[in-house]
Structure formats: C-alpha cells, structure tokens
C-alpha cells in the first residue's frame, strides 16, 4: 500500500495559482500511475489529470487541460499539481492517488488503489 498525503491547497482569487503536493510513502509509488482528481459539494468526484509512473505521458481532463500541470518526481517520492487561472469554479476538496498495479494514466477512480485524504482548494470570484 502507498501512504499519500496532499498538501498546498488553500483560498485564492480567480485567475491566481496554487501548487499541490503529494508526498508518497512506498516503494511502489515510482513504478505508479499517479492521478488527481476533485470534488466539490454535492458532486461526484470528478477526473483532474494523471501522470504515468515515467512521467512521460500525462492526460488532462478538457475542463483544466492548458491551465493545470501535473508532474512527479520518483526520487523524492512526491507528485505536484500546479494551478493557474483559477476559476471559481475549480473550489474543491483535491485528492491524488496512484494505480500500483499499472503505471499508465487512466481517468477512472476505479482504478486507482490508494488516496490522500485530500486538500481544499477554494477558488473565491
């Protein structure tokens, strides 16, 4: 199993950045897939963007795609999910989680294994 936790979430205006960490514990994180997804009150948890365990392949859902950049870096253990032009919209609680059987990138929470308890992102207008 891998431990994540998530931080760096907070309040911003519209149109400002927050970067989101993800320290994981595990020797498997490196050879991960890593995603992020979100969820705001009264919604399902929606798909953000994910990584692949090489962090050569990355995916986006169409909603932050051109705004957010997701990144790894193996030795260090820690995923980072960087947000500009924030919108009011991107309020959420931000989770990340890894796929420990497979290290290719997949929008489906169903196949991620472990989760963070996740970060607040509010995003005021």
């Known amino acids: 199993q891998v431990q994540l936790v998530e931080s760096g979430g907070g309040l911003v205006q519209a149109g400002g950045s927050l970067r989101l960490s993800c320290a994981a514990s595990?020797?498997?994180?490196?050879?991960?897939?890593m995603g992020w997804f979100r969820q705001a009150p009264g919604k399902e948890r929606e798909f953000v963007a994910a990584i692949s365990w090489s962090g050569r392949m990355t995916y986006y859902a169409y909603l932050v795609k051109g705004r957010f950049t997701i990144s790894r870096d193996n030795a260090k253990n820690t995923g980072t999910l960087q947000m500009d032009s924030l919108e009011p919209e991107d309020t959420a609680v931000y989770f990340c989680?890894?796929?420990?059987?497979?290290?290719?990138?997949?929008?489906?929470?169903?196949?991620?294994?472990?989760w963070g308890q996740g970060t607040q992102v509010t995003v005021s207008s």
């Open positions: 595990g020797r498997t994180f490196s050879s991960a897939a």
């Open positions: 989680a890894v796929r420990r059987g497979s290290g290719s990138v997949s929008s489906n929470n169903v196949d991620y294994d472990d």
